[in-house]
Structure formats: C-alpha cells, structure tokens
C-alpha cells in the first residue's frame, strides 16, 4: 500500500511511512440494482484512479452488498471491478422470475449450486424456508451463476471463501450488512407496556410524572432498538452485544457459546436475500422509500399524506407485511456474558430475525465507526439522496464517544459559501450529546421517534382534511453537488465549517477528525446526456443492458470528478498524521534525552 499510496498523492516512496497511511474506507449505499451498478462502477474507477489500492475496508447494503458479491465471489472471473460490473451488467438484463430462472434452478448444474442453500436450511434446526430465502435464491440465480458454466464453482457461495482476495491484498476487507430489529426478541408483555407508556404520558399532566413517563419510554425504547450486524470472511457478530462467530459457522445452532450442530456453511444464496431483503422492512420505512416517488404527486396530496405517515409514525414503523428471515441464536444461553445495555431477552430466544440494514441506515457508517478509520467514501444511490443519513451517522458517532465526526455536514445545498456549514437542513433535528449516555438515550429515542410525538396526535386520519396546496420550495428539490467532503475536529463548534473548500491548508493540518467524501448518485450529463440514473427502481427484476452501461457510465464519471478533492483529503490526513507521529517521536526522544542527562549528573 506504502507504493500506491505515494503515486496516488504524488510523493516520492521514500516520503512514505506506513503508519502516517490514512486508514480509508469505501461505504455503498442500498437502492437494489441501480445501487449495486453504482458501486461497482465506482469501484472500477477508484481502481482505474489507484484509489481502490489504498483502501482498508469497503462496506455495503443491500444491493452494495450485492456488488459486493459478485466482486469477492470470483464469478465474473476475476477479482478486478471493471470484469465485476460487466458481468452484473450481462446477467441481470433477465428478471430472476423469467424461465431462464426455472431452467437453472431445475437443470445440472446449477440446480445443486443453486438449491444447496434452500435445501441445507430446510434441513436445518428451525426446518423453515421463508420468502426471504426463496428470493435470495431467484436473485442468486442471475448474480452469482458465471456466465461460461465450465467456471461454476461451489466456493462462489461461501462467504468464508471470500477471504483469499483479502488475505492476498488483493482487494479491501468486504464487510456486508444487516439489522435486527428488538420488536422480535420483545414479548408481547413489553410491547403492550411501550403502548401504556404511551397512552398515559398523552393524558398525565402531572410534570414529575411525565418525566418518570418520559424515563420509562426510552428504556423501553432502548430495549427494541435496531441491532446492527456485521458479516465478514471472517467472522458474523453484533458490536453492541459483543458477540462474534467464525463466519462459517453462522446459521448453526449454539448455546453458550457452544457450536451444537457440525452443519457445512450456510450459503450465500440465503445471505443475498438477507441483506437486500427490503420487502421485509416496516411500512414506515416503506412510505420513505416511495417517498421521492410521490413528490410527483400535488404538493397539497403529497402533504397530506406525510402527515398521516409521521402521526402514524410508531404505529407504522410495528407493522412488517413480510417477517424477516429467521435463523439459528447464536446467542442462546450467553445469559449475563454480553455487554451492558443489549436486549435482557436476546439470550432466551430460539431464533435470530435479519433484514436488509437499510431499514436503519442505508449508508453503512456504522462498521466504520468502531475501527477508527480516518476516511470514509459514501457512495450514495439510495431513493432518498437528498435526505442524507448524516445525522443518524452522527448519533451513532456520539454514541461511541467519537468527537471528530464532522459536525454540520448536512445536505450539501445548504452548507454552500452564504452559509456558515453548520446550518441544518430543514426537517432534520439538531443533535448534541456531550456524553456517550446521553447519546445512547437520544438515539434509542431516534430510533423509536414516534414515541415523543403521540402525544400531539389529531383525530383519526380518515377525518383529516387535506392541506391547501403552498408554494414553498421544498429543500429536497433541490440539486445536489457532485461531491462534498468533510473533515471533522474534537475541538472545534459547530460553528466553523468542516467543508473541505472552506479550510485553508492549515485549518486542513489542525483538524484530527474523520474525512468523510459524500459522493451522491446523479445525472451526469457531460458523460451521459439525458439520462436520470433514477429511471431504474429500487425494485426493478430486470435492466436492459443500454441502461446498466449508462448508470455504470455515470458511476465511474461521478467518482472520477471527485479524485481531486479525495485526494487532497487524503494527502492533508497523511501529511495531519506524520506531523503529529515526528512531534510524538520528538518528544519520546528528548525525553529519553533528558532521562540520560539526568543519570549523568548523579
């Protein structure tokens, strides 16, 4: 990496220390196949650009998982992006329901290398194939089946097979994603007491006994939080439980600790269907898919119908029309082992719910976090661009007790020279914890937000009026830059910009924060004129193969028009961390210095 680090940022080799190398990380967004295009066209250019070389972790969800997939898998025939995209680009001009798909899955030999996954889990402990499995088997049927049958191998459906390309330094560690959500490891008994909490907190006008109300929600509130889970080659676990097993053990039933049960390794037809598994997801977080679809629709009925989603907002967010995929606890019988704070009935359950990561947070910063990366790349193809996720990164940033996530990077039309950068995008709740406990309660209540706003619910919906229609321009309409980047600082308020544009070189040296590079999916017309990227759906089965070229053509154009602003944010963190290694090296040598004159002098 010492090498392609130097040409990358145009210094010679011998300038170069290792440990001054900034740890970088690529995170792609969910949005199915136009998601999993974009990611991998990036790749192809940050590969082509030589940043992919100096890249320690990539991450996705759902469709980036797939990408993902296709890439350390070995299927396109290779381990380069470029041959990745292409054979993403091929394979998936056929829906997964066409009878190419049956043929497959009826006719040697993909038939025993597509079915194995199904048939394995069937046989399994629980004995249950769900929706969420049959999909992932569809959807594996016109991903992960080479192109040239000779090449079908098994190991492309082993996760823990991915590990050669990493172990090899061949491409990044891949960590892939999905969420458990505790309202499936919650007894019927909490759940009807989060609903009494509520019904009582909305009639109490007793300001003591609205606090204890207050108390008692967000400890409920804590107790059917989102679960993140992370999948590498390596191992499968829950950093907020602390709870890990080698990756090819997952699906196995455990207890204590305790493998019960020699089963070969799950496969990645059933882990695919997981991690894009967003059909699986609330109807709350339904409506916030579809929303930028119905933007289309009169701003009074488009109003209207917002209203009745955030009011019905918890009621909404408990309601899965399809349940998540359920497999083996690996934390069965780990009574008191975990760590403080997870779900007190997480160690009594058979099973484990996952479903796509998305449904919490569709740009997966979450992993980065917790390995003190200093950069992380967002490759955001997700339907709700203009939202931005960076202020639920920021909770969860607060969380850990990080100080150096870049404060006021919010949506990037707002944070535009006029602005001062830390001003908040209309909608999106200010956050301060000074404390890791005080940010664990604001994010159990986040995640629960609907708690906090039943008290001001109006009458039923169905007797709602619609709203007369206004002429305000809503912030979303707004056009998005191409790129923005970040660089935050545990010293600075939130008053001073942390735009990389607004810092000087100096300012650029002084901040010791996380660089994050915000790299949104848009039309590209120098590269690809007239076409919207977001013609392709999230839930399309099929993409013709002129419309996958011309996403793939715009993913790589957008990455490689931000080169120069990754790069000047990665050669101001190397030049940040060796000024900062020489003056810890300085002061270890004039201690040692004075130590020697100090024995003299005896």
């Known amino acids: 990496m010492r090498a392609a680090f130097a040409r990358l940022i145009g210094v010679p080799e011998s300038e170069v220390d290792e440990r001054d190398i900034p740890t970088v990380a690529i995170a792609g967004s969910g949005g199915g196949y136009r998601a999993m295009l974009n990611t991998l066209g990036s790749l192809s250019a940050a590969q082509y650009l030589g940043i992919l070389d100096c890249v320690t972790y990539t991450a996705g969800v759902s469709g980036s998982c797939w990408a993902l997939g296709i890439l350390y898998s070995g299927v396109a025939g290779s381990h380069l992006p470029r041959d990745a995209a292409l054979h993403a680009r091929d394979r998936i001009t056929t829906s997964y329901l066409d009878m190419d798909t049956l043929d497959a899955l009826t006719t040697p030999p993909t038939n025993k290398y597509l079915l194995a996954g199904l048939l394995r889990k069937a046989a399994g402990e629980t004995g249950t194939v769900s929706l969420v499995d049959v999909y992932g088997t569809l959807l594996s049927s016109r991903l992960y089946v080479p192109s040239d049958l000779a090449r079908l191998d098994p190991r492309h459906l082993s996760l823990h097979f991915f590990r050669r390309l990493v172990d090899n330094a061949a491409l990044p560690l891949p960590i892939f994603s999905a969420i458990q959500h505790g309202m499936f490891v919650t007894p019927p008994e909490k759940a009807e007491a989060i609903l009494e909490v509520e019904d009582e907190k909305a009639v109490s006008v007793d300001q003591d006994r609205a606090q204890s109300l207050d108390n008692e929600q967000a400890r409920l509130a804590r107790s059917i939080r989102w679960l993140w889970y992370e999948f590498t080659p390596y191992e499968v676990g829950c950093d907020e439980l602390g709870a890990w097993i080698p990756a090819w053990s997952f699906g196995r039933p ?64 408990l309601i899965h029309p399809v349940l998540p995929n359920q497999l083996p606890n690996f934390l069965k019988g780990l009574v008191g082992q975990l760590r403080y704070g997870s779900p007190p009935d997480i160690t009594e359950q058979e099973t484990l719910s996952f479903m796509d990561a998305g449904a919490e947070l569709n740009i997966p910063y979450y992993p980065f976090l917790r390995r003190n990366v200093d950069c992380i790349i967002a490759l955001d193809a997700s339907a709700d661009s203009q939202d931005l996720w960076f202020t639920r990164a920021e909770e969860l940033a607060a969380k850990r007790g990080l100080k150096t996530w870049p404060r006021g990077a919010t949506w990037p039309t707002l944070v535009h020279p006029g602005n001062d950068g830390g001003v908040k995008a209309s909608g999106v709740p200010e956050y301060e914890a000074s404390t890791p406990d005080t940010a664990n309660l604001k994010l159990a209540q986040t995640q629960e937000s609907a708690l906090a706003k039943q008290t001001d619910k109006l009458e039923s919906t169905e007797q709602r009026d619609m709203p007369q229609d206004e002429t305000e321009t809503s912030a979303r309409q707004r056009a998005l830059s191409t790129c923005e980047v970040w660089i935050g600082s545990s010293s600075t308020s939130d008053e001073v910009s942390a735009r990389l544009d607004d810092l000087d070189e100096a300012a ?21 004129p007239g076409f919207d990227p977001f013609s392709i759906s999230t839930w399309r089965r099929e993409v013709a193969l002129d ?56």
Not at 295 to 310: G, H, K, S, V
Not at 518 to 527: C, D, S
Not at 556 to 567: G, L, T
Not at 576 to 595: I, P, S, T
């Open 254 to 317: 455990f207890n204590n600790g305790k493998n019960l049960d020699r089963r070969p390794e799950m496969s990645f037809t059933i882990l695919a269907g997981i991690f894009g598994s967003a059909f699986c997801a609330s109807l709350k977080h339904y409506f916030r898919e579809i929303e930028p679809v119905l933007r289309i629709l009169p701003a009074q009925l488009y109003t209207w119908l917002e209203d009745i989603a955030t009011e019905n907002e918890h009621d909404l967010g």
């Open 508 to 528: 650029r040296l002084s901040r010791d924060g996380i660089g994050v590079v915000y790299i949104p999916l848009m039309p590209n017309e120098r590269r690809v």
């Open 547 to 602: 419309e996958s070229q011309k996403l793939l053509d715009v993913a790589e154009a957008n990455f490689a028009e931000s080169h120069e602003k990754i790069v000047r944010l990665l050669r101001a963190v190397w030049m940040r961390k060796r000024m900062e290694r020489q003056a810890r090296e300085w002061e270890d040598r004039l201690a040692q210095l004075r130590k020697r004159l100090g024995n003299n002098m005896r």
